[in-house]
């Protein structure tokens, strides 16, 4: 097993650091990873290592304004304009890489909680760039919910500027997570039952930071665009999509990510399976259970691979 890491320009030539865990061999498919706000990819090392014994491989960027990506911009700011259709791209341009690189290897996408809501986006303009997709630690509420959460952003960017971090957006946001886990140990406690992976998570600097204003503003217009069935409906109808999370995952409550499975369904696509963990919190790959999940999400990739031997049209390249 190989582990290294490169510099990858994005559209607009920022640079993207992305990990990549890799075998001898030529990967049977490709994994591209969209993590979560305030975390960044060199986190999956243990899913990289779980894929490559098992014949794949993983690319995992870190976003802009997260992990090292930030050292080429602000941490917790995506950009100063049109941060959230850079994002997209971003994902654009890793996916062509790996076209470049394994011109024959089917790829799929894992996006995780922040990065979950950015691969739906990417999935809707882009879907012919992967044989499947899974969402991870995502959600579905309505687009009103955003607007009047943009509506609170937008008052904050006024007053404090984009690159301003706003503790009333933190609290409406993430206040209540912890409240079902009291007595509460860290402030983080809501993302795993598992202390050792949690105090990694406080004890990483470049984890747990106040996103910006502008990054907000961002995202609530992403999460506004993404919403509607009729957007949703643009996702190719025979990608196959995984959704997985944990029962008490405070971001989705089991209930949203059973939302986001009908609409997707709703929306046209046919092949939906949904996996929600008993008992497991927010980051399932870093859960007590963390080996049912990720023994969970190769059997996936093994069987969304034997359906597409009966549809042999490789997925296109995306530029």
Not at 13 to 29: D, I, K, M, Q, T
Request: hydrophobic share 40%.
């Amino acid at each position: 097993m190989r582990h290294d890491a490169f510099w990858l320009d994005a559209s607009d030539a920022v640079p993207l650091y992305v990990n990549h865990w890799s075998g001898e061999a030529p990967p049977r498919a490709v994994v591209m990873l969209s993590h979560g706000m305030a975390e960044h990819g060199g986190r999956y090392a243990r899913l990289g290592e779980a894929l490559v014994a098992a014949g794949f491989e993983l690319y995992a960027l870190d976003q802009r304004g997260h992990g090292r990506s930030a050292e080429h911009g602000v941490l917790g700011q995506y950009a100063a304009d049109d941060g959230w259709n850079k994002v997209i791209g971003d994902l654009a341009s890793l996916n062509h890489h790996i076209r470049q690189q394994h011109p024959q290897a089917p790829i799929f996408l894992l996006g995780h909680s922040m990065g979950s809501y950015i691969g739906q986006a990417y999935l809707m303009q882009h879907s012919s760039s992967l044989q499947g997709a899974i969402l991870s630690g995502s959600n579905y509420q309505p687009a009103a919910l955003y607007k009047v959460a943009a509506l609170v952003a937008r008052f904050e960017r006024w007053r404090r500027g984009k690159e301003g971090r706003s503790a009333l957006i933190e609290f409406l946001s993430f206040g209540s997570f912890n409240k079902a886990f009291k007595p509460n140990r860290t402030a983080f406690d809501w993302l795993s039952r598992d202390p050792v992976e949690v105090d990694k998570y406080v004890g990483d600097p470049l984890c747990g930071f106040r996103c910006t204003n502008q990054l907000w503003l961002d995202l609530l217009g992403g999460l506004q665009n993404i919403t509607p069935p009729k957007h949703l409906a643009q996702i190719d109808p025979d990608l196959p999509l995984l959704v997985i999370g944990g029962e008490r995952d405070p971001v989705s409550e089991g209930r949203r990510l059973q939302d986001l499975a009908q609409a997707l369904r709703r929306a046209g696509i046919r092949d939906v399976q949904l996996n929600i963990y008993p008992d497991a919190r927010h980051e399932l790959l870093n859960e007590s259970n963390r080996d049912e999940v990720t023994n969970d999400l190769i059997d996936w990739l093994e069987q969304a691979l034997a359906h597409s031997r009966h549809h042999p049209t490789q997925a296109k390249e995306t530029a």
